[in-house]
């Protein structure tokens, strides 16, 4: 692979992981895209790859996020109770519903997992072959762009993250099973979810990121044992490197950039983008045959 290819697509994988714009739909048209304009002769970067690109946003949002797990995990276990330190009300003192929620917030995390772990496992042959349609990508694009605009429009944008409850987790868990979907996009979806739960778009991207890191992880992991069993191809030890490093650098500055972002404005142009990007997907499928 060359280390330019490798360069582009940790690029791509840092900024479309967290951004509500599908990353897989990105990985697949990419590569085909500067193939089919005479720019390179770039193929798919194979599962190997993949594994290095997963890896880098999973390293990615376990930096960012260090401090809120750290806490998570200590108010779970019956130690203090604090609140989280990155968010922008940080200073505020928590009301006893907020500990509450807080001491109980790593048991809705795991509950709200599990539908996406059992989509994941009952669909993964469908996720790398059929589910890779142009015409299907397209469609998640355009119709979750939708979703997200009648999210911005339905929420009261009321709830910061320590007064998130179960019913909030679990539709937010639920919502995420449908991004093994192409182009549905996982943080489009949960951050959605998050939205007509009434959550503040602050707190429903952070708990759409913390929510997808088993996620990430368990993906990583998987791929990373078929590829032990193969080896590592020759010549990829350094794209590999490249492609974990670049990943995890864009993967963090994404994450803070987007969560600012959502302090102060909507994810109007988000959406205007899932739309534009989703109607160039089905001009290309259908003008040049697109397969990827």
């Known amino acids: 692979m060359p280390i330019l290819e490798a360069i582009v697509l940790g ?9 509500p714009i599908s990353s897989t739909a990105h990985l697949a048209l990419v590569p085909w895209l500067v193939t089919k304009l005479g720019l390179a002769n770039w193929s798919d970067p194979g599962l190997t790859f993949d594994v290095a690109l997963h890896g880098g946003t999973l390293l990615a949002i376990l930096v960012y996020f260090w401090r809120t797990w750290i806490q998570i995990l200590r108010a779970a276990f019956g130690g203090k109770v604090v609140r989280f330190s990155e968010t922008s009300d940080s200073q505020r003192n928590l009301t006893p519903q907020e500990e509450r929620s807080e001491r109980r917030l790593l048991w809705y995390m795991i509950a709200a997992t599990i539908p996406a772990g059992l ?22 694009l355009i ?42 996009s996982r943080s489009g979806i949960t951050i959605a979810g998050g939205l007509f739960r009434n959550l503040t778009r602050e707190a429903a991207a952070r708990f759409s990121f913390l ?12 791929k990373l044992h078929h590829v032990m069993k193969e080896g590592l191809p020759p ?50 499928g259908y003008f040049a045959g697109f397969s990827g």
């Open 11 to 19: 690029i791509i994988q840092g900024l479309t992981e967290f951004l």
């Open 143 to 184: 119709i979750v762009a939708i979703v997200m605009w009648l999210a911005e429009r339905a929420s009261r944008f009321q709830k910061p993250l320590p007064q998130i409850n179960f019913g909030d987790a679990m539709t937010v868990g639920v919502l995420q099973a449908f991004a093994v979907v192409p182009g549905v």
């Open 119 to 140: 989509a994941g496992a009952l669909l993964e042959k469908r996720i790398e072959t059929s589910f890779r349609s142009p015409l299907l990508m397209a469609s998640m």
């Open 235 to 284: 010549g990829m030890a350094t794209p590999f490197l490249v492609g974990i490093v670049v990943s995890a650098v864009v993967g963090y500055a994404t994450i803070a950039w987007f969560i600012r972002y959502l302090g102060t404005k909507t994810l109007t142009v988000f959406i205007a983008y899932r739309i534009v990007f989703g109607l160039l997907v089905l001009c290309l």
């Open 211 to 222: 929510l997808s890191t088993p996620i990430i992880a368990g993906a990583a992991l998987l």
